[in-house]
């Protein structure tokens, strides 16, 4: 069973919150999205199928829409303020992103929705949260990221260049991740105490508390984290982590060799490539395998013996890397327990054996078109709680007869 059967949610069309809604919609909850007259203008935002721009072909829309029913609603109208009201009342959840104090002006604020459900979680997702003396700055995904401090420590060890950002509305999703999380907690709170609650989520505090120690610096030490390339933002630089393989494709070489074993199979794979000759540090390898326990961590740099050992397994990887491809280092240090990538772009991402074999890509079929579409599957894995795509995302007003007409 989904892990949200029987549950019924509703979600005010926003781009800031539609991938909350997406996650809720896809494990399986009974989920109604309300658009305004002429649509959330999120319908028209590019790439299209086809090449095709149009309210029903955005691939954006189609993405983050699946597994819910539409309808249209013109809150700015007494009967359909009303219309809202009954879905409320068999409603368990509310999701929004409205701006400022819409909601309250319009009645429908979750002090007014309580007396129609008193059990209703409402969630609601702003940029700085409802209570902020910036509650009503104008902000973009690229400001959240920016404001918030994780731009600040992505980006390469040449400061020359500016800082990246994060990719795909990775201010969005962040505070939309909290969202689900928290209500997913209040859900949890409400079958155990039968009551609901209002949950404010800062777009702007989601980010900030995922900078890593960057902010723990800032405030306990006053000392600023530096951006570094392919590696975490540090007061003092690391070492490089990144390198060309033999077919001229990056990789992150990860964390390198911790424990005996791990120091065993990397002298080992040296001998099967024929590289041991080429590495006189192999005898701290040796040492490495040789420990009775985790490599201790916070004697780099301390103990000469300890620092050598972690260096050796740091330049076997770097002298492996030089001589295989890129995907025979991923593949082979996967298979010996180390944890490194090779740095994909997102479309060779998608593609990945990998991401295959685990169930990633999933058949989604639109009946209009007569087609069936690859799309992104769950960002997570939980056998205990079937998740699935039940459905393409609405055309405008799909669902107005089915839905509105009952109530």
């Not at 319009?106 to 910036?134: I, W």
């Not at 105490?193 to 120690?213: C, K, L, P, R, W």
């Amino acid at each position: 069973m989904s892990a949200l059967k029987g549950l019924r949610i509703l979600e005010l069309a926003n781009e800031r919150i539609a991938f909350a809604g997406k996650l809720l919609a896809d494990m399986g909850a009974d989920f109604i999205l309300i658009e305004p007259p002429g649509g959330d203008p999120s319908r028209h935002y590019p790439p299209f199928a086809n090449d095709q721009p149009g309210s029903e072909s955005s691939l954006w829309w189609w993405h983050y829409n699946t597994s819910k029913r539409g309808v249209v609603l013109d809150l700015d109208k007494a009967e359909d303020r009303e219309r809202f009201k009954q879905l409320v009342a068999s409603a368990d959840m509310v999701l929004e992103g409205e701006a400022g104090s819409r909601l309250a002006d319009l009645g429908l604020d979750y002090d007014d929705l309580r007396k129609v459900r008193e059990d209703l979680v409402h969630v609601s997702l702003t940029p700085f949260g409802r209570g902020s003396a910036n509650a009503e700055v104008p902000v973009t995904d690229l400001t959240i990221m920016a404001g918030a401090g994780p731009v600040w420590s992505c980006g390469y060890d040449d400061h020359s260049l500016p800082p990246i950002r994060g990719g795909t509305n990775q201010g969005y999703h962040t505070g939309c991740h909290f969202a689900v999380m928290s209500a997913l907690t209040a859900l949890f709170h409400r079958a155990a105490s039968g009551e609901g609650q209002f949950i404010d989520v800062s777009m702007h505090g989601a980010s900030n508390v995922t900078t890593e120690a960057g902010s723990y610096f800032w405030l306990v030490a006053n000392q600023t984290v530096q951006r570094q390339t392919g590696r975490h933002a540090s007061v003092d630089p690391t070492g490089d982590t990144q390198m060309r393989c033999k077919d001229g494709r990056w990789v992150n070489t990860g964390v390198p060799p911790r424990y005996p074993v791990e120091f065993g199979r990397m002298l080992e794979w040296l001998g099967e490539l024929g590289l041991a000759e080429e590495f006189p540090e192999a005898v701290f390898l040796e040492m490495g395998a040789a420990l009775e326990g985790q490599l201790n961590m916070s004697l780099i740099g301390v103990d000469e013996e300890i620092t050598a050992i972690f260096d050796a397994g740091r330049q076997a990887l770097v002298l492996i890397a030089k001589n295989v491809s890129a995907y025979e280092f991923f593949i082979g240090c996967q298979s010996r327990g180390l944890a490194v990538g090779v740095i994909y772009s997102p479309e060779e991402a998608f593609e990945d054996p990998h991401f295959k074999a685990r169930g990633f890509q999933v058949q989604v079929t639109h009946d209009d078109l007569g087609k069936t579409f690859r799309y992104p599957g769950a960002p997570y894995k939980l056998p205990a709680s079937p998740w699935a795509i039940s459905r393409r995302a609405p055309k405008l007003g799909e669902h107005n007869a089915e839905i509105l007409g009952a109530l």
